[in-house]
């Protein structure tokens, strides 16, 4: 009702209403569509109720819209004594008025019961928009934990030193201590690496689906992760011993 476009429908609506009783009122009543069954009064009465209605539906506020249908009505009963065939009549001007005042006051009050449900939800909505930013604004979506596998797999394949500070020098398949000493240079100035030297080995081979995830990472002996490497099924390692010295 208080859109734009749904003030001019019953503006248009008004006038046509309007229109309608003026040309009803200032025919010569000889010339009356039919014979109307309505007796003249109630006609009044009915005709100035919708205009009233219309009125205040056309977004007039109702002291206005009473005073432009009294007007109108008072306008038509002049034009009609001033005219030929019908006259002045007090009585159509006392139903005029009584139409225009239910109509007006009826449809004022149902608007302002409409206008007030809407402005109460119109509250109600923003408030709980309002609530509902400062909810999210309190407390953000927890960031989702990255899957394990995924995230071992972004910080890439660890290094024997990053194994050896977590789990400590031993290795995992015989228990006995590995040498970052057992290496040597050749004459070339190649590095060689011994048995008991440590290295990354995995629990569930990375070529069989391992992840570098904690819980798959080991640290060994050069010599004891090739030993299982060859034979997957071994479950003793004897201690190796050291290459170089
Ligand atoms: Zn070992």
């Known amino acids: 009702m208080t859109t734009f476009r749904a003030v001019v429908v019953w503006r248009v609506l008004l006038a046509a209403v309007a229109v309608a009783i003026a040309w009803g009122s200032l025919l010569p009543s000889e010339d009356l569509p039919g014979n109307l069954l309505l007796s003249d009064t109630l006609l009044h009465l009915l005709g100035y109720l919708v205009l009233g209605a219309l009125a205040v539906l056309s977004r007039f506020s109702w002291p206005w819209a009473l005073g432009i249908v009294i007007t109108f009505g008072l306008a038509l009963e002049v034009a009609q004594g001033m005219g030929g065939s019908r006259m002045f009549q007090w009585s159509d001007l006392a139903a005029d008025a009584l139409g225009a005042l239910a109509g007006v006051l009826l449809t004022a009050r ?32 927890p960031k989702r934990a990255m899957n394990p596998v995924k995230a071992a797999a972004r910080r890439g394949a660890p290094t024997w030193q990053q194994v050896a500070q977590r789990q400590g020098g031993k290795c995992w398949l015989c228990g006995t201590r590995t040498y970052e000493q057992d290496r040597a240079r050749d004459a070339a100035g190649r590095e060689a690496l011994g048995a008991t030297f440590p290295c990354v080995d995995f629990v569930v081979a990375v ?32 201690r190796p011993r050291r290459t170089y010295s």
């Open 110 to 141: 149902i608007v302002r019961e409409v206008d007030a449900r809407r402005a109460d939800r119109d509250r109600q909505q923003k408030r709980q928009t309002r609530r509902e930013r400062r909810d999210r604004q309190r407390n953000p979506a």
């Open 207 to 238: 070529e069989s689906g391992g992840t570098y995830e904690d819980a798959n990472v080991r640290l060994a002996h050069r010599h004891c992760a090739a030993a299982r490497r060859a034979n997957p099924s071994l479950t003793q390692f004897g």
